[in-house]
């Protein structure tokens, strides 16, 4: 039974007193054990603290949504929906979860998927015991799929453009002519719309909760891919170079001249807590703030947007510099830094932000069994430059050339938090970062988080982080687009989450609103 049940059944509401004292209760019932090996650090003033992994969920690479395709690659971004979560006197949670699937199964090449947004019922029994062989703590039930229409989707590699129909922008469009997208974060504010951003365009899209396309956001031109056309001219081109299932460009279109690299878009999305402005966040540097003789060891000085969503039409408001964590890499002795792209982004109040990094080409299925970095981080633009609307972004406009930073603009705030890749934490629920490489080895890409309260009247600040993995669709057992298929890794790769209990001095949560479709 829920608080709020418990409360129905004596015919009138609980008391708020009451009811935190409950919370405090219900979550004093769940430890088994004092949280072990709790790590703090210190950030813009305040002490931020992770008291350790407390629960692990799987989903099966074979399992499929109510269209029989396969449901993979969810944990490209996920969203909560803060009115739905409870707690109950067994020390349990429940909530519903928004999941986005990116753009379908491509390790062969993309495919014809269409956009969705697939919906969970997540609940969770937190874990604070020494060791266990489950990896059981969270439940995913699915219950069911939405899929984006109002001009319909797909996951094929851009192949022309729509020119602008108002009220929408030029989009990117395949060779079906559906619009491609490769879905990556999502915000649900609760009012019955959720924001997508992606990485062909690089674009947010705005859609109601039956799928309905409601508005998109064209970044600064900056932003925009450009090639060469076949006249030499300099011209839009949103093509991420990522031919279809059995096809081979020739020419290879390589990456842009300018705008955003290939396959590196707008993968995080977040919503100041008073749900007035959104903020989208490039995985690493536009071509035109690095160099391209060494993207990996320059594409540093990345791009956060923020734009004002509470009148008629969005209004880019900020623009600041985020220089992404350096790791040493791994293939050589010699000191070599690289760059750890971020995946997902989510806003703790209206200037600070948990931030996902992670190196690449490293874990599960991988040649390479041991990631380096794949953390959550902390980031504060209270005093980074605002570069918003300034000569930056034209077309060509660089803040960093060949990758360094104009000593004029000063970049957000960066501190290093969560490590998801500490062995000590994982090794207690049976998985791990390095060999051997099997299922219990992290797979390389954790694109998600979501946040949801403790309830604990002791730690008032304290909250579960939820995050989760892109399996990538790899499974032998696919379907999709009409076709069965069977990924060439030879493996089945599930997607994982992981629940952690933090300590965030800074979030100012938002008010959970009624989830009224539009």
């Known amino acids: 039974m829920t608080i ?9 509401p609980m008391r708020p007193a009451l009811r935190a004292a409950a919370l405090s209760l219900l979550a004093a019932a769940a430890l088994t054990a004092t949280p072990a090996a709790a790590q703090s650090v210190t950030f813009e003033d305040a002490t931020f603290v992770n008291k350790g992994l407390v629960g692990v969920g799987r989903v099966a690479s074979n399992a499929v949504d109510r269209y029989s395709e396969t449901l993979g690659g969810w944990g490209s971004g996920m969203a909560l929906n803060l009115h739905s979560w409870t707690s109950n006197w067994g020390g349990g949670y429940r909530g519903d979860l928004y999941a986005l699937p990116d753009r379908g199964w491509n390790t062969q090449g993309t495919t014809d998927f269409r956009g969705r947004l697939q919906r969970f ?5 937190p874990f604070y015991g020494t060791s266990t062989a489950n990896q059981n703590q969270i439940i995913l039930n699915y219950n ?29 469009i395949a060779s079906n002519g559906h619009i491609s997208v490769d879905d990556e974060a999502v915000v649900y504010p609760g009012d019955g719309t959720v924001w997508v951003s992606e990485e062909y365009g690089p674009y947010i899209y705005h859609y109601s909760l039956t799928g309905k396309l409601l508005g998109a956001i064209r970044p600064p031109e900056a932003f925009i891919p450009r090639r060469k056309n076949s006249a030499g001219a300099i011209v839009e081109n949103f ?19 300018s705008g955003r690299q290939n396959n590196q878009g707008l993968e995080g999305l977040a919503m100041s807590p008073d749900r007035r402005t959104l903020f989208a966040l490039l995985q690493s540097a536009l071509i035109q703030d690095l160099d391209t003789s060494n993207t990996k060891t320059t594409r540093r000085n990345t791009r956060l947007l923020a734009y004002d969503i509470s009148g008629r039409a969005p209004r880019l408001v900020g623009e600041y510099v985020v220089q992404l964590p350096l790791y040493q890499d791994q293939t050589t002795k010699k000191t070599k830094l690289l760059i750890a792209a971020q995946s997902e982004l989510f806003a703790l109040n209206d200037h600070q932000f948990l931030v996902l990094a992670r190196d690449s080409s490293a874990g599960f299925t991988t040649s390479n069994p041991a990631s380096v970095y794949r953390s959550i981080d902390l980031i504060d633009i209270s005093h980074a430059t605002n570069i918003g609307g300034s000569a930056y972004d034209e077309p060509t406009g660089s803040i ?3 990758g360094v930073l104009n000593s004029s603009i000063t970049p957000a705030a960066y501190q290093k938090f969560l490590d998801i890749n500490d062995n000590a934490q994982l090794n207690k629920f049976g998985l791990h970062n390095g060999l051997p490489n099997d299922k219990n080895d992290l797979y390389e890409k954790w694109e998600s988080i979501a946040v949801a309260p403790v309830g604990d009247r ?7 982080i939820f995050v989760a993995s892109d399996n990538d669709f790899i499974t032998q057992q696919g379907f999709m687009a009409g076709q069965a298929y069977q990924d060439a890794s030879g493996a089945n790769v599930d997607t994982l989450i992981l629940a952690y209990r933090v300590t965030l001095p800074t979030y100012d949560p938002p008010r959970p609103s009624d989830d009224r479709p539009r």
């Open 121 to 125: 019922e997540l609940t969770f029994k």
């Open 458 to 464: 002791d730690f008032p600040q304290d909250y579960f």
């Open 239 to 257: 093509s991420a170079n990522s031919p279809p299932v059995g096809v081979t460009y020739n020419p290879d279109p390589g990456n842009p001249v």
């Open 144 to 172: 069911t799929s939405i899929l984006f229409n109002g001009g319909a989707t797909t996951g094929l590699d851009p192949a022309g453009v729509r020119p602008a129909q108002a009220p929408f922008p030029d989009l990117p």
């Open 400 to 402: 960093a050339p060949l």
């Open 4 to 12: 709020e049940q418990f409360s129905s059944s004596r015919g009138r």
